[in-house]
């Protein structure tokens, strides 16, 4: 059996220090079994957020020396043991008490954006008919547990604290399941442009590296919906073709 040595950041925002702890590690260990037996044992008042402990539930988001992770995902064995495990909390957001960062910031931000408008249901039977292929598009987006490990490691919200011009990847995802829905008929791509600041993204990959649901943010949601923001600002052929239209029907 051997030890490991972690040093977590204790303390709010005012004043955080960093503190180490030693404890054995067994067989199957996880950072967030580590955690919890040093908040048992060790720490009674060490603040950290978590629930299922099983990776399906997004609330157990930290920084494990240095990379956003899932700490009930994350397997000591995985790890070097030779030097400090350091646990810090979500950088991107509002630190609130050791582990715990203050991530409201996202389900405001969701609440802004424009919600399911469903088509006219086909008028032969009052159903709505949709091709296989494009319910599989967005099903992939449906896996989100919202760990919003993506808007940790977003240089444009990290570095660049930009929260009140980008919604960041989660959000992006959000929205492209909602765009590329068969039976939405809303339009996003203004706010898209305007209010969501899509073209912040620089194409990194890196929120779709540190995805724990593997969706492939950054191919399959941002870019498709920079697509459509281009083809609706910036192409000039059908900027011309709209201009046309217009004039016609005046």
């Not at 494990?64 to 992770?69: C, L, R």
């Not at 960062?101 to 949709?130: L, Q």
């Not at 239209?245 to 005046?250: E, F, G, H, I, W």
């Amino acid at each position: 059996m051997s030890t490991a040595t972690f040093q977590i950041l204790r303390g709010d925002r005012s004043s955080a220090t960093y503190k180490d702890y030693t404890l054995e590690v067994t067989e199957g260990m996880v950072v967030l079994d580590a955690v919890l037996q040093i908040q048992a044992d060790q720490a009674n008042d060490l603040a950290v957020r978590w629930n299922c402990k099983a990776g399906h539930c997004g609330s157990c988001s930290a920084e494990v020396n240095g990379m956003p992770k899932l700490m009930c995902m994350t397997r000591l064995s995985d790890l070097s043991l030779d030097k400090p495990i350091l646990l810090q909390p979500m950088k991107t957001f509002p630190h609130i008490k050791d582990l715990t960062t203050d991530v409201s910031w996202n389900y405001r931000t969701k609440k802004k954006i424009k919600k399911f408008k469903p088509r006219t249901p086909d008028a032969r039977d009052g159903t709505w008919r949709m091709d296989q292929v494009d319910v599989d598009r967005v099903q992939e987006f449906r896996k989100c547990i919202e760990c919003f490990l993506c808007q940790d490691v977003c240089h444009v919200l990290r570095e660049h604290k930009l929260h009140d011009q980008f919604i960041g990847p989660r959000l992006m995802v959000h929205v492209a399941a909602l765009e590329m829905h068969p039976l939405d008929v809303e339009d996003r791509r203004e706010d898209l442009k305007k209010y969501n600041g899509i073209g912040f993204c620089n194409i990194t990959k890196c929120c779709t590296k540190v995805c724990p649901e593997e969706i492939r943010i950054t191919d399959n949601a941002i870019i498709p919906m920079k697509e459509r923001v281009v083809d609706r600002y910036y192409d000039p052929v059908k900027k011309f073709l709209r201009l046309f239209k217009r004039k016609n029907n005046k």
